[in-house]
């Protein structure tokens, strides 16, 4: 397996927080992590997915749509198979998408739905494109003619939840809440518009997110290190982190897991000012 990162235009680092390329000889079969949103173009060969629950294939030349996820999920790569894509923030789709980020959440449908013609012309030469460096240029034309810079966006929501979820140590809804004179319900609505799930239901996949993190970067050998306070005992531990990174700890640590320590080791190499390119 071959796995590049590259940083977006400036212009559209707080929407799109990185590119990534990545290329099979031969087939494989991994698991993917709960994501953020993310577009992928397949540039060649197959790809095979279960979001959303039944497995699904897609074929060259295909531009996906990929909402946010939360769980697991299994993946297959056939031989020669190689994908271009860019994970996009939660700024990012309330900029570039006119649907609620829940309303794609756990999906995957075709990226032409949401764009127009002129923009599934721009999509097209990022397919085509002849190299991976070619492709950042078209993408970075592509999402900067898809950003509507007049859209309303509750810019403080945003910055309050991403602090929340991102916190180097996991916090209670509570603490959340207390951010806004806001009810509950606005809150939560607020959440799925932006985020695709309740608070209560990101706050989970971010926390089993972040301990998975620290097992690679910190290079430990006992899960027990990377888990938080936050947990009732160590068998819900056990169970959140195999929910949203598809293993258990110990599985995780002794498992060769290609493409989810590839991602988290090749993530360190490039600047990134959006904290969603280092956990989503």
């Not at 570039?96 to 995957?108: C, G, M």
């Not at 721009?122 to 003619?145: G, I, N, Q, Y």
């Not at 706050?203 to 910190?218: C, D, E, I, P």
């Amino acid at each position: 397996m071959k796995f590049r990162y590259f940083r977006p235009r400036d212009d559209i680092r707080d929407y799109v927080s990185s590119y990534y390329s990545v290329s099979f000889d031969t087939g494989v079969e991994d698991v993917m992590r709960a994501e953020i949103a993310n577009v992928r173009f397949l540039v060649k060969g197959r790809l095979t997915s279960d979001i959303g629950g039944d497995p699904q294939g897609y074929a060259a030349r295909s531009a996906l749509l990929c909402g946010p996820t939360h769980q697991a999920t299994n993946v297959g790569f056939s031989a020669g198979c190689h994908v271009f894509g860019a994970a996009v923030t939660p700024l990012g789709w309330a900029r570039l998408f006119e649907v609620d980020a829940s309303e794609l959440a756990d999906r995957v449908v075709a990226l032409e739905e949401h764009l127009s013609g002129d923009q599934c012309t721009l999509a097209k030469r990022v397919m085509t494109a002849p190299d991976d460096e070619t492709r950042v240029a078209a993408c970075d034309h592509l999402f900067a003619s898809m950003a509507d810079q007049d859209r309303p966006i509750n810019q403080h929501f945003l910055d309050e939840v991403t602090a929340w979820i991102t916190a180097p140590e996991s916090n209670e809804l509570s603490d959340l809440l207390e951010r806004f004179d806001l009810s509950k319900r606005q809150v939560e609505r607020l959440s799925k518009k932006y985020f695709g799930c309740p608070p209560k239901l990101l706050h989970r996949k971010f926390r089993a997110l972040t301990s998975a993190n620290r097992l690679v970067w910190n290079e430990l050998t006992d899960w027990r290190e990377a888990a938080s306070t936050h947990y009732y005992d160590q068998p819900h531990f056990i169970r959140e982190f195999k929910h949203f990174n598809g293993r258990t700890p110990t599985e995780f640590i002794k498992g060769a897991h290609l493409l989810v320590r590839a991602t988290l080791q090749e993530r360190l190499q490039i600047a990134h000012r959006s904290p969603f390119s280092l956990i989503g």
